[in-house]
T-cell receptor, first 114, second 115 residues
Framework: DQQVKQNSPSLSVQEGRISILNCDYT??????FLWYKKYPAEGPTFLIS?????DKNEDGRFTVFLNKSAKHLSLHIVPSQPGDSAVYFC?????????????FGSGTQLTVLP | DAGVIQSPRHEVTEMGQEVTLRCKPI?????LFWYRQTMMRGLELLIY????????DSGMPEDRFSAKMPNASFSTLKIQPSEPRDSAVYFC?????????????FGPGTRLTVT
């Protein structure tokens, strides 16, 4: 039972254009959402997050949008750069027990073509 | 500041041998998480600790897996005996429960190969 889904395993975008990565979730108890970026042979690196009380959060070239009614979030990267090529994981956070756990999607491999 | 430190970075062992993976969380973080990444199952949570106490180990696949956190700066994940299907990348992550401390910070991972 996948609670966080990234339905696109891969995405290719031309340098300078916009990259849009999508993520859907099913558990309405999630109240915080995060995007991680992962390069080969490295651990996932936190990129940007959004609380469920907001619908948009922006940090430089990265913007995350949250649509709670649709249980959908997306990450926009504009303009895309070759260095953005990596696997992007969507994660959802909820307070289960006495610590926050993250539930990860399966990841989307983004390739930015020069 | 040092991030999460994991050792070894690579481990190759034969089936049946004991394997111990090590993790040093970020200083001041009081939650520690062990994950396993495979092609088939993606990133899956194995166990997490809060203030050195195991809170949820429901993700631990079998009794062959065990984890300890003897103090706030060190944790181990042990597999005994190891099997080829345990081959994966194992990540350790830590986080703080402070305001906005929902983010988990990951180590570089240990790539385990069991032959």
């Amino acid at each position: 039972d996948q609670q966080v889904k990234q339905n696109s395993p891969s995405l290719s975008v031309q340098e300078g254009r916009i990259s849009i990565l999508n993520c859907d979730y099913t558990n309405s108890m999630f109240d915080y959402f995060l995007w991680y970026k992962k390069y080969p042979a490295e651990g996932p690196t936190f990129l940007i997050s959004i609380s469920s009380i907001k619908d948009k959060n922006e940090d430089g070239r990265f913007t995350v949008f949250l649509n709670k009614s649709a249980k959908h979030l997306s990450l926009h990267i504009v303009p895309s750069q070759p260095g953005d090529s990596a696997v992007y994981f969507c994660a959802a956070s909820g307070l289960f027990g006495s610590a926050r756990q993250l539930t990860f999607g399966s990841g989307t491999q983004l390739t930015v073509l020069p | 500041d040092a991030g999460v430190i994991q050792s070894p970075r690579h481990e190759v062992t034969e089936m049946g041998q004991e394997v111990t993976l090590r993790c040093k969380p970020i200083s001041g973080h009081n939650s520690l998480f062990w994950y396993r990444q495979t092609m088939m199952r993606g990133l899956e949570l194995l166990i997490y600790f809060n203030n050195n106490v195991p809170i949820d180990d429901s993700g631990m696949p079998e009794d062959r897996f065990s984890a300890k956190m003897p103090n706030a700066s060190f944790s181990t994940l042990k597999i005994q005996p190891s099997e080829p299907r345990d081959s994966a990348v194992y990540f350790c992550a830590s986080s703080s429960r402070g305001a906005g401390g929902y983010e988990q910070y990951f180590g570089p991972g240990t790539r385990l190969t069991v032959t």
